[in-house]
């Protein structure tokens, strides 16, 4: 089974600095996709950034870039440019690739609360 | 779009009470989950379904039912409350079960439910 660990539960940046939160997973599979995922005090979730391990390039999305080490299953979240709307809780997940019946399930990790700091 | 609706938002409970906690989505999306989210411990899988009258069970499954009568809804019962199931629930949707390939899932505003 897939299983995903985030070992900092609590961040803090400084506004307009850059903060980074780590994230490994172990897997046995070659193919999946990787998230990282945004709960506001809303709970609401929000996909932030995506990764499909085939894809040597890390995924960038504005302020937010991940570093995607395969070999070492390591998948970790930069945001630049700190903004006080970043505060949340910030969740790693897993997702196979492989065509199964369950080949769309989620596994997350604990989360990090991020806390931007003016 | 409504996209995935989920309701009660909040519901508190006395032990041993039953209750169903409704999730439907309007986005013709064929796989439907729910999740519950504990402190430390992330989200964790509870049933899931790859289409109507198809469901299997997720990692934490006991002590809950679903069925998938039509493709917009899944309800989630609790047949006897118990004070481990206090935890947020959420419902969410995708558009592939089983046929790969990305498709985002998407996430309901979430249940808060407390059993006392």
């Known amino acids: 089974a897939q299983t995903v660990t985030q070992s900092q539960p609590e961040m803090s940046v400084q506004e307009a600095e850059t903060v980074t939160l780590s994230c490994t997973y172990d897997t046995s599979e070659s193919d999946y996709y990787l998230f990282w995922y945004k709960q506001p005090p809303s709970r609401q979730m929000i996909l932030v950034i995506r990764q499909e391990a085939y894809k040597q390039q890390n995924a960038t999305e504005n302020r937010f870039s991940v570093n995607f080490q395969k070999a070492a299953k390591s998948f970790s979240l930069k945001i630049s440019d700190s903004q006080l709307g970043d505060a949340a809780m910030y969740f790693c997940a897993y997702r196979s690739a492989v065509q199964t019946r369950d080949g769309n399930k989620l596994v997350f990790g604990a989360g990090t609360i991020l806390r931007v700091k003016s | 779009n409504a996209g995935v609706t989920q309701t009660p938002k909040f519901q508190v409970l006395k032990t041993g009470q039953s209750m169903t906690l409704q999730c439907a989505q309007d986005?013709?999306?064929?796989?439907m989950s729910w999740y519950r989210q504990d402190p430390g411990m992330g989200l964790r899988l509870i049933h899931y379904?790859?289409?109507?009258?198809?469901?299997d069970q997720g990692e934490v499954p006991n002590g809950y039912n679903v069925s998938r009568s039509t493709t917009e809804d899944f309800p989630l019962r609790l047949l006897s409350a118990a004070p481990s199931q206090t935890s947020v629930y959420f419902c969410?949707?995708?558009?592939?079960?089983?046929?790969?390939?990305?498709?985002?899932?998407?996430f309901g505003p979430g249940t808060r439910l407390t059993v006392t």
């Open positions: 379904s790859v289409g109507a009258g198809i469901t």
């Open positions: 986005m013709n999306h064929e796989y």
């Open positions: 969410a949707s995708s558009g592939a079960g089983t046929s790969g390939g990305h498709y985002e899932q998407y």
